[in-house]
């Protein structure tokens, strides 16, 4: 508990349509900030209970993020749409993420972790709050904390376990398609009224029909109309078919209007440590739950090994397509490729920003081409003289836990 707390109202903004507003019951009333010491208290007020979700990154920029069910901004008279902080915290802004989660960004003007995190029941004012602590910490700190024995996990593996990977048996291959955004959410936007939402759809159907059509695969689609799936929902397709690999579908932008060109993206460090957390919630390999977390280290190991290897294969044959963007192979933190198991990657298409990259990903035969050198890569991915039976595979404990 702090012991001194000088709580400061500071501005944020909606940034979601009144009329989604207006239709939620749940309400953000207040953004509160207390400083002591070396710790900064984050104080969110809101009309009801909800569980809430608060965890650091530290790529592209330190920020501390708070995911809560979806919830309409109601603090009156602020609606600046972003905010200054206080202590650790620099600024603030508040997203509707998607039709089912709400959240707040916090930008730190450093590494943090989080000291402490709960509810409180309302006060004074009638409101329920949530609380998170967090101090500022070093790098070796940050890694200590999320529990992620990267030099280390090689000895806890001899030490404490063997395992073997397991791979579903099946005939043909299972793909999922992940076109991005939708419904009313239409991503970014480009000349004439262009959306991403749009051309991801298309391409993805393109793509759909070029691997069913080799007889090799079987497709599965996250959405095929212009409707929203959560992230939840887009994930766990992946997860209920379990898919050989999985391929989200955007289309970039940039506010350069001469940046052009394709890029592929799998997770940071940062984001598998979230996949790490998901993953070692639901794991059940074994009673034990120190075996849990090194076999949830093993498959995470085996998907971003995977990841990678197809990141790299595809950008081989989408070269052959079209442009790709400086340092085309990226990572970076994204909820839609954060299961534990399934090699996953974000293919940018081009920019909506880009004259000539809309033009091509508006046109069926530059479509076409592109999504055909996509399928190549798959083809190639899964040729490879190292690639495993199947990629989806399950950790598993075979002979002892001394």
């Given amino acids: 508990m702090l012991r001194s707390f000088s709580a400061l109202?500071?501005?944020?903004?909606?940034?979601?349509?009144?009329?989604?507003?207006?239709?939620?019951?749940?309400?953000?009333?207040?953004?509160?900030?207390?400083?002591?010491?070396?710790?900064?208290?984050?104080?969110?007020?809101?009309?009801?209970?909800?569980?809430?979700?608060?965890?650091?990154?530290?790529?592209?920029?330190?920020?501390?993020?708070?995911?809560?069910?979806?919830?309409?901004?109601?603090?009156?008279?602020?609606?600046?749409?972003?905010?200054?902080?206080?202590?650790?915290?620099?600024?603030?802004?508040?997203?509707?993420?998607?039709?089912?989660?709400?959240?707040?960004?916090?930008?730190?003007?450093?590494?943090?972790?989080?000291?402490?995190?709960?509810a409180l029941d309302p006060n004074g004012s009638g409101n329920h709050r949530m609380v998170i602590d967090i101090r500022r910490?070093?790098?070796?700190?940050?890694?200590?904390?999320?529990?992620?024995?990267?030099?280390?996990?090689?000895?806890?593996?001899?030490?404490?376990?063997?395992?073997?990977?397991?791979?579903?048996?099946?005939?043909?291959?299972?793909?999922?398609?992940?076109?991005?955004?939708?419904?009313?959410?239409?991503?970014?936007?480009?000349?004439?009224?262009?959306?991403?939402?749009?051309?991801?759809?298309?391409?993805?159907?393109?793509?759909?029909?070029?691997?069913e059509a080799t007889g090799r695969y079987v497709v599965y689609m996250t959405r095929n109309s212009d409707i929203y799936p959560s992230w939840e929902e887009r994930v766990g397709v992946m997860a209920l078919q379990r898919a050989d690999l999985f391929l989200s579908i955007h289309a970039d932008s940039s506010p350069n209007p001469g940046t052009r060109g394709a890029a592929v993206y799998t997770l940071n460090d940062r984001a598998e440590n979230r996949a790490r957390q998901r993953a070692r919630q639901g794991a059940n390999h074994t009673a034990r739950a120190d075996v849990n977390n090194i076999l949830v280290e093993l498959e995470l190991r085996e998907k971003r090994n995977q990841s990678t290897a197809f990141a790299e294969v595809m950008l081989e044959h989408l070269s052959q397509a079209g442009p790709l963007l400086q340092n085309p192979h990226r990572e970076a933190n994204l909820f839609v490729l954060l299961d534990p198991r399934v090699p996953a990657v974000l293919l940018e298409m081009g920019f909506m920003t880009n004259a000539t990259d809309l033009a091509n990903m508006q046109s069926e035969t530059f479509r076409a081409r592109q999504m055909t050198s996509v399928l190549h890569a798959i083809d190639a991915y899964f040729a490879r003289e190292d690639a495993p039976d199947a990629p989806v595979r399950q950790a598993a404990l075979t002979t002892r836990a001394r």
């Fill in 9 to 118: 109202m500071l501005a944020a903004g909606l940034l979601v349509t009144a009329g989604t507003a207006d239709a939620r019951d749940s309400e953000i009333r207040q953004v509160r900030f207390g400083e002591n010491g070396d710790t900064t208290r984050i104080v969110v007020e809101t009309s009801e209970p909800m569980e809430f979700d608060a965890f650091t990154l530290t790529d592209p920029a330190a920020r501390l993020v708070l995911e809560i069910p979806a919830s309409a901004w109601s603090v009156a008279g602020l609606d600046t749409g972003e905010g200054r902080g206080h202590g650790l915290v620099s600024t603030f802004r508040f997203f509707d993420a998607s039709g089912d989660t709400s959240r707040l960004v916090f930008a730190l003007g450093g590494p943090a972790v989080i000291v402490s995190q709960f």
């Fill in 137 to 211: 910490a070093e790098e070796e700190e940050l890694v200590a904390a999320a529990e992620f024995p990267a030099s280390g996990l090689d000895a806890l593996i001899a030490e404490r376990v063997e395992a073997i990977y397991v791979p579903p048996p099946r005939e043909r291959r299972v793909i999922v398609l992940d076109a991005g955004h939708g419904g009313h959410d239409p991503g970014s936007l480009g000349a004439g009224g262009a959306q991403e939402a749009d051309v991801t759809l298309a391409a993805a159907r393109e793509l759909q029909r070029q691997l």
